[in-house]
């Protein structure tokens, strides 16, 4: 099976025709940004406007954002409930790093190089900002029904806090705490890390192809899609963590070996990782060619930039 | 105009024929405890489910889901989605209770008689306890279509966003927060405790009344009812503060005169607070009659007992 995959030609999907990924990022970015500008923290009192707008506004990679696009243009979706559901994703990842971050989880003080946000404004207003953050994620969703009709809303409220709950995120990261110093297998590594970061790469996907009413067979190959890219953007995040300095990865490097955590790189060693996250791009780029989608190119150069990526 | 809220007869309204409180709000809190007891922190991993149950299945007083499923009945409006809003915001309250217990916040180490979140379960399952809990909100409001209408369901979620997030209650925890060692005046005071306790209390009475559809002067005035009943909730509060014991209170009493937080106690005096809330009471009861609802029974019962409890 994995000799299959391996040896099918993706080439015509790798290298589309006439798609400029990076003026296409560059635009969607453009849309993102402007939008979370004019959202985020804002007419919100004392210093928990400006934490929240201090740990969105500050240049992440916005992967979540662009592949709720790239799926939902692949979809052909309501273009105003993709931009709203780009920027909900990208709160309810901002928040879970600013809670992540606090003395009391992983206790760092360096977030895409610079203080994170309870260095920077305490541990109550980080708190509470992560707490705003996720409620204003659900804000973004729920606008006039006038701008995004009231069905695309409630399936986007269900998708996303399924994705963010004790069932997603929020499960993935109390075992991750409860897995420190323990020798995991790779099937329960792998069980955390779907939930981990997993469950929002895929609800970023299935968000995307929520703005427009998809067939269940080209959901399903969807999902295989964002389920094999979730996985390689863990495999890649623990080789990133082992050969990346600080500079680069704006977050301080090898903190997993040094909290006992498992790593893909542990489990499979580095060399055996990175053929694991090449193997995952071509899964994810074969679900793609399943989805009988016309226009994936934005969806296959985002699963190529994750697994290439260098921070 | 104080003068002629006061002397309004608002017996009728107090003291309505065949109604039994008790046995009314026995049934409904059998209704939501059973529906919390099987939806709360089920198939949730490691510790987090049961921090997630610890922290809303220990018998808090309801009140925000008696007031959404008064709100409903007196609308009448589908109860699927009124039981489900009214466990939708107790999950918020729970959650906000967690965190705010948390030593970086209020270090409060008894709530309702019991150790708090973190004191049971640590500090970092305490966290995602908390951030899971909100989630969870999202997604009992968002059930399938059959079992609750999408234009209900996005009219939820809107309505708690809005009162949980920065420009609600967690806007007014971080006014709390910068407040503590301030002299604020009543007018302050009142604006903290709109948005920290006020806006789950309105979002109670509105989501209530989101189930069906009503006329807008109806909304207005059930919303000059939660308003009035929200900062009766507050005045009474800080009076139990200074006036019970911590058995009665279930908490420790007292932290807000240690804390140097600005009450109603320490700007109107004792007996001040308590005739303030007296007349906000008046105030609720007579913006329940202009809404020209029926059954308003539960609504005006609901406000006698948030002024009248001890603890």
Same mark, same amino acid.
């Given at each position: 099976?994995?000799?299959?995959?391996?040896?099918?030609?993706?080439?015509?999907?790798?290298?589309?025709? /006439?798609?400029?990924?990076?003026?296409?990022?560059? &635009?969607?970015?453009?849309?993102?940004?402007?939008?979370?500008?004019?959202?985020?923290? *804002?007419?919100?009192? +004392?210093?928990?406007?400006?934490? #929240?707008?201090?740990?969105?506004?500050?240049?992440?990679?916005?992967?979540?954002?662009?592949?709720?696009?790239? +799926?939902?243009? +692949?979809?052909?979706? %309501?273009?105003?409930?993709? $931009?709203?559901?780009?920027?909900?994703?990208?709160?309810?990842?901002?928040?879970? $790093?600013?809670?992540?971050?606090?003395?009391?989880?992983?206790?760092?003080?360096?977030?895409?190089?610079?203080?994170?946000? /309870?260095? =920077?404004?305490?541990?109550?207003?980080?708190?509470?900002?992560?707490?705003?953050?996720?409620?204003?994620?659900?804000?973004?969703?729920?606008?006039?029904? %006038?701008?995004?009709?009231?069905?695309?809303?409630?399936?986007?409220?269900?998708?996303?806090? =399924?994705?963010?709950?004790? =069932?997603? #995120?929020?499960?993935? =990261?109390?075992? !991750?705490?409860?897995?420190?110093?323990?020798?995991?297998?790779?099937? %329960?590594?792998?069980? #955390? /890390?779907? $939930?981990?970061?997993?469950?929002?790469?895929?609800?970023?996907?299935? #968000?995307?192809? &929520?703005?427009?009413?998809?067939?269940?067979? *080209?959901?399903?190959?969807?999902?295989?899609?964002?389920?094999?890219?979730?996985?390689?953007? %863990?495999?890649?995040?623990?080789?990133?963590?082992? *050969?990346? !300095?600080?500079?680069? $990865?704006?977050?301080?490097?090898?903190?997993?070996?040094?909290?006992?955590?498992?790593?893909? *790189?542990?489990?499979?060693?580095?060399?055996?990782?990175?053929?694991?996250?090449?193997?995952?791009?071509?899964?994810?780029?074969? +679900?793609?060619?399943?989805?009988?989608?016309? !226009?994936?190119?934005?969806?296959?150069?985002?699963?190529?930039?994750?697994?290439?990526?260098?921070?």
């Amino acid at each position: 099976m994995e000799q299959e995959i391996l040896s099918t030609d993706t080439t015509s999907i790798l290298s589309p025709a /006439h798609f400029d990924f990076s003026q296409w990022s560059a &635009a969607q970015l453009l849309r993102v940004e402007q939008a979370l500008e004019g959202w985020v923290g *804002v007419d919100t009192p +004392a210093d928990l406007g400006q934490a #929240m707008r201090y740990a969105v506004l500050d240049g992440g990679k916005r992967l979540r954002p662009l592949l709720v696009l790239a +799926a939902a243009q +692949a979809v052909q979706g %309501q273009p105003q409930a993709a $931009l709203r559901a780009a920027c909900a994703l990208e709160l309810i990842h901002a928040y879970s $790093l600013v809670h992540d971050d606090m003395p009391c989880m992983d206790n760092d003080v360096l977030r895409r190089g610079k203080p994170t946000v /309870h260095v =920077q404004y305490g541990e109550a207003v980080a708190l509470l900002a992560g707490d705003a953050l996720q409620a204003q994620a659900f804000e973004l969703l729920t606008p006039s029904e %006038q701008e995004v009709p009231a069905a695309i809303q409630a399936k986007l409220c269900r998708l996303l806090a =399924q994705a963010a709950g004790g =069932q997603g #995120m929020a499960g993935g =990261q109390a075992i !991750d705490l409860a897995s420190v110093g323990l020798a995991l297998d790779e099937a %329960q590594l792998s069980h #955390m /890390h779907a $939930l981990k970061t997993g469950a929002l790469l895929e609800a970023a996907v299935s #968000m995307g192809a &929520a703005c427009a009413d998809v067939a269940p067979n *080209v959901q399903v190959a969807l999902s295989r899609y964002a389920k094999a890219l979730g996985l390689a953007f %863990q495999v890649v995040d623990d080789v990133l963590d082992v *050969v990346a !300095d600080a500079a680069t $990865l704006g977050k301080t490097p090898g903190k997993d070996a040094a909290n006992e955590k498992p790593t893909y *790189v542990s489990l499979l060693g580095l060399e055996g990782a990175r053929l694991y996250a090449d193997q995952l791009l071509k899964t994810s780029l074969l +679900a793609l060619q399943d989805t009988g989608l016309s !226009d994936v190119r934005a969806l296959s150069a985002l699963a190529l930039m994750v697994v290439q990526r260098s921070h």
